[in-house]
């Protein structure tokens, strides 16, 4: 069968599963956008290439499957780099196909022409630049498997406009064979029974969970090992909903703005046992003073990760459900849950901590300012369980981790290891593609709203009903806090003005419907009208408190032992 290299590649997205995408047309990119007219996979046009690759990130997080954006050359590319970086410091599964100006004019400096695969070579896993048509099912194959397989992470495929209409002859690969891309998956059965060894032996256990547990499908493998050992779990912000908050075990998310007790176990604690997550600076504060007395077993699928920053006495290359299924297994040849130590002093240790030192805020219910985790605390407990949301960055993206319950693994979709701002509005939207049956919430601020906002357009136009609360500060929050606290309160450019833009007419002007809250009896009634809108985007303006700050915090170079409290708790620390 002759196709040409634009049919073969939409016929190689189909074969793959693909059942959406996520793009904009333009020149170099325009011959595959032909094909897409007689194919099943539903294609969602985006306001800016930014947000389709957010939308494909949204989709990747609440599904486990890759997301698929597609763009065309130059400035769309461009475009892209941000939602790729972000993939990339987060393992999320992305494939991104970019058009590209005809092969014999690469290197002219043609209308739109970049060099695409040069600029994304350091934030993608692999990409590759397409020179013959009868390449692209092989290359498309390849792409997909480096994405999902291993760490999980974005490629991207480069695809010239002339290579897209010249024929090829249809097949389609029965196997990727990539010689020198072999993860490793299993765990060493010597250095998961050294592990065992080790759990058996310490007095003062933490599990220290990360994204890694919930890309490799691990949380019921977690929440076994946790019942058999009885060790208390710390959530990183990647991996919120792995572990359910609601276990009495789980300590909650540890780091620059963890909750005391989950970074003062870590502290305290001789064992470390970290699965799937990757000792990032915002857990550890300064290194050299981070869990001084623990020993640690690390578990991880990408090797480049074990000693980067702290060295393991058990490093364990593999894929993170398999090897806790693993342990499991070593750790009950080791006699299970009686062969423990006794660690009631322990587990009465940090029951001291989280009484003394809860996360807390006061809300006044009498015309006093609008608190943001009121907002989220009312906003929790009236939404089902298995709500998804979706949080920009910021203040308002600690206080939803803080506040909200996860008790559901792939409901919590956020940018934590590049920090987007912006994320949050695109990422929602594409999680509800992903998940149309569950109820999406956006958190957002009102800066990073701003940033991506055009992409409501989109959700209603495609009729993809997300909501989105604004914790409009009139502030790039974040920003005040380290000015207020370690500038001297001189405020440099982070006022934004809670009336510029009108949120609610930006929100009717999209299509959406917008409400506004000021006063904190409005608060649940409005919460409660929104969600009973579900055929259209819904955005409510909360006018919150422009002096609250996020509790507790470690200062930036600061070790975990000088975690700052909450005024009214006194110092806090040890």
Known sequence: MKLTGAQALIKSLEMEGVEVMFGLPGGAILPVYDPIIDSPIRHILVRHEQGAGHMAEGYAHVTGRPGVAMVTSGPAATNVVTPLCDAYMDSIPLVCITGQVPLSAIGSDAFQECDTTGITMSVTKHNWLVTDAQDIPQIIREAFHVATTGRPGPVLVDVPKDVSNSMMDWYWPDSVDMPGYKPTTKGHPKMIREAARLIGESHRPVIYAGGGILKARAAEALRELVELTGIPVVTTLMARGAFPDSHELCLGMPGMHGNYTAVTAMQRADLLIALGSRFDDRVTGKVDAFAPDARIIHADIDPAELGKVRKPDVPIVGDCRLVIEELVRAVQALGGREAQPDRTAWIAQIRDWQRRYPLTYEQSQDGGPLKPQFVLETLRDNTPADTIVAAGVGQHQMWTSQYWRFDHPYTWVNSGGLGTMGFAVPAAIGAKVGKPDRMV???????????????????????????????????????????????????????????????????????????????????????????????????????????????????????????????TQGEGGH
């Open 441 to 567: 919430w956006a958190v957002d601020g009102d800066g990073c709203f701003q940033m991506t906002a055009q992409e409501l357009v989109t959700a209603r136009s495609e009729r993809i009903p997300i909501k989105v609360a604004i914790l409009n500060n009139a502030y790039l929050g974040m920003v005040r806090q380290w000015q207020e606290m370690f500038y001297e309160e001189r405020y440099s450019e982070v006022y934004l003005s809670p009336d510029l833009p009108d949120y609610v007419k930006w929100a009717e002007a999209m299509g959406c419907v917008g409400f506004r809250v000021e006063t904190p009896e409005d608060v649940l009634p409005t919460i409660e009208k929104a969600n009973e809108i579900d055929d259209v985007p819904v955005v409510i303006d909360f006018r919150t408190d422009s002096g609250e700050k996020v509790y507790p915090m470690v200062p930036a170079g600061a070790s975990n032992d000088d975690i700052v409290v909450d005024p």
